[in-house]
T-cell receptor
Framework: DTEVTQTPKHLVMGMTNKKSLKCEQH?????MYWYKQKAKKPPELMFV???????INESVPSRFSPECPNSSLLNLHLHALQPEDSALYLC?????????????FGEGSRLTVL | AQSVAQPEDQVNVAEGNPLTVKCTYS??????LFWYVQYPNRGLQFLLK??????LVKGSYGFEAEFNKSQTSFHLKKPSALVSDSALYFC????????FGAGTTVTVRA
């Protein structure tokens, strides 16, 4: 199994809503990542978890809250988002942080904030 | 500091012709270089990487890339392009914290 599964594929939310994005991998990878991608632009790193601990937060606003309940799961909790937060949110995993191995990306969750 | 540059926003080729997507890099140490492809409304897919060793790296879907240290380049190549190769291509550098290039949109016409 070489997949990273993200749900939901599409999400529409209002600025006062609370929602979550979910990511799951069963490759035994110990590093997991959240990226944000605007149309036709490169992905921007948001968070990195290594061995279920948050190791990098790229100065992301607190309205985005990551969580790594176990080595296979990664969540991104969303609250009080702004329209400019509308984007494709990509989850990725790799064997370990800094292994020079490739990242495996999910298909993404396309978020629209109204 | 590490960065990559993709000098072409768009590359257009005819099916069956060679395809080249350019990438140059800037790193302070050993370069760990990657190519990813993104099809419309999809996530990124890994194509190939250069860590060390042979300068010619072979990857998925018939793609290869040549690492050139003197020119600090890592161009992606395919000898004979297919219409299905039309996608957005990203060069990246780094280990756990990748720096992506701006991306190159490849269009292969039938």
């Amino acid at each position: 199994d070489t997949e990273v599964t993200q749900t939901p594929k599409h999400l529409v939310m209002g600025m006062t809503n609370k929602k979550s994005l979910k990511c799951e991998q069963h490759m035994g990878h110990r590093a997991m990542y959240w990226y944000k991608q605007k149309a036709k632009k490169p992905p921007e790193l948001m968070f990195v978890y290594s061995y279920e601990k948050l190791s990098i937060n790229e100065s992301v606003p607190s309205r985005f809250s990551p969580e790594c309940p176990n080595s296979s799961l990664l969540n991104l909790h969303l609250h009080a988002l702004q329209p400019e937060d509308s984007a494709l949110y990509l989850c990725a995993s790799s064997q370990v942080r800094g292994s020079t191995g490739e990242l495996f990306f999910g298909e993404g969750s396309r978020l629209t904030v109204l | 500091a590490q960065s990559v540059a993709q000098p072409e926003d768009q590359v257009n080729v005819a099916e069956g012709n060679p395809l080249t997507v350019k990438c140059t890099y800037s790193v302070s140490g050993n370069p760990y270089l990657f190519w990813y492809v993104q099809y419309p409304n999809r996530g990124l897919q890994f194509l190939l990487k250069y860590i060390t060793g042979d300068n010619l790296v072979k990857g998925s879907y018939g793609f290869e890339a040549e690492f050139n240290k003197s020119q600090t380049s890592f161009h992606l190549k395919k000898p004979s392009a297919l219409v299905s190769d039309s996608a957005l291509y990203f060069c990246a550098v780094g280990d756990y914290k990748l720096s992506f290039g701006a991306g190159t949109t490849v269009t292969v016409r039938a």
